[in-house]
């Protein structure tokens, strides 16, 4: 039996480097015990898996659904869709809502901002929906958006029906579809100015204030994190995604089904401490490093500077040797003309000779040909 579970692993292994198919699962580990229904540990960089509990299943994940509520405004925002400053005008649904809630006033104005924080701090059901209809028109309207970034995002295990993780049995995710999105949440700025509050307050409309609690202890009791979002319900167990940084490392860890609070926080904490603790990020090749300076045929400019158009991290065992080895493929000089961001040459990436990423180098600035006029002035310049 042990001959043939060995057999089994390696022509998986052999399978994917032969169909250029990375596993999900790069690391896993035997020491951690985790006793909720799921988990997973993803380093942010790679998007590699360090660790994992049935990541795939299917199951309610409640007010975690929040975190694309979180990423579609905070996206919107940077896209200039609108602005925090925005005043939104709330429903009585919106107000209605039950749960965890900020207890907002209907038919009044809040900003977007107020609304954006009571969200990412305590996990507002009123606010969540306030925003939904303020972005899309209605809550209905705004989960198929939800629907469609999470298929953008290749979330292959979650169905959204809600913008609050309230009950529904058509509602569902899972842990590594949970680590996608706050993978993609964490690059945000805007996120960690509200995720990283301990304790706040909104002042409504008619001068009376809520306190703001964030319902995950991690940011301020774990070293280094600095998101995240709890979710807590009779059908979905106790649940937690958050994310930490040390030196240039972040990881994402999500639990799903946890027996009780105290739970959830300690197991999250429990995969952080495995993945700190035994694994690096090193940066491979860095998109703001000027990587070559390369002379310019016919151009208006003598010479031009390549840079790749993507920064690339892998994930390494702490004391393991680097297998990766980095190729940079460049003509002896560009001809011109080149738009900024047209491939210049590429950079390849492989791993014990097998190639596992290919980069294409670019020219942050366009090189214009050189006119006719450019030509003779340069001749007389030269005389």
């Not at 158009?309 to 560009?334: C, R, W």
């Amino acid at each position: 039996m042990k001959r043939f579970l060995l057999f089994s692993i390696i022509s998986v292994i052999i399978l994917s480097t032969c169909c250029g198919i990375m596993p999900t699962v790069v690391f896993a580990s035997t020491d951690n015990e985790v006793s909720s229904k799921s988990a997973c540990l993803m380093d942010y960089a790679s998007g590699a898996v360090l660790f994992e509990k049935n990541s795939h299943d299917s199951m309610p994940i409640a007010s975690m659904v929040k975190m694309m509520t979180i990423l579609l405004t905070v996206e919107d925002i940077e896209n200039n869709q609108f602005a925090l400053t925005d005043i939104v005008t709330t429903t009585e649904n919106a107000a209605g809502m039950g749960g965890s809630q900020v207890f907002l006033d209907p038919y009044v104005n809040y900003s977007v901002e107020d609304l954006l924080k009571s969200v990412i701090v305590a996990s507002a059901n009123d606010a969540s929906v306030a925003l939904a209809e303020h972005i899309s028109g209605s809550e209905q309207a705004f989960v198929k958006r939800m629907n469609k970034r999470a298929s953008e995002l290749g979330m292959n295990d979650t169905n959204y029906v809600n913008c609050t993780g309230l009950p529904a049995p058509e509602g569902y995710s899972s842990s590594y579809d949970s680590a996608l999105i706050l993978k993609q949440l964490a690059g945000h700025d805007l996120y960690h100015k509200y995720s990283t509050i301990w304790m706040d307050e909104i002042t409504h409309p008619s001068g009376r204030k809520t306190g703001l609690a964030n319902t995950n202890r991690l940011i301020r009791y774990y070293n280094g994190c600095d998101g995240g979002k709890t979710g807590s319900t009779n059908e979905a167990g106790c649940c937690l995604a958050a994310t930490a940084k040390r030196d240039e490392m972040r990881l994402i860890s999500v639990i799903i089904g946890a027996k009780d609070s105290q739970t959830r926080f300690n197991e999250a904490s429990q995969l952080f401490n495995y993945g700190f603790a035994n694994f690096e990020n090193m940066l491979l090749v860095d998109a703001n490093q000027e990587l070559s300076c390369l002379p310019v045929s016919k151009g208006k400019v003598e010479s031009a500077s390549l840079y790749a158009n993507e920064s690339f991290s892998v994930l390494l065992k702490k004391g393991e040797e680097n297998p990766y080895t980095v190729q940079m493929q460049m003509p002896s000089k560009i001809k011109a003309p080149l738009k900024a961001g047209q491939s210049a040459g590429k950079i390849v990436i492989s791993k014990n000779g097998v190639i596992v990423k290919e980069i294409d180098m670019v020219s942050h600035e366009n090189i214009e040909k050189m006119s006719y006029l450019d030509s003779l002035k340069k001749v007389c310049e030269n005389w």
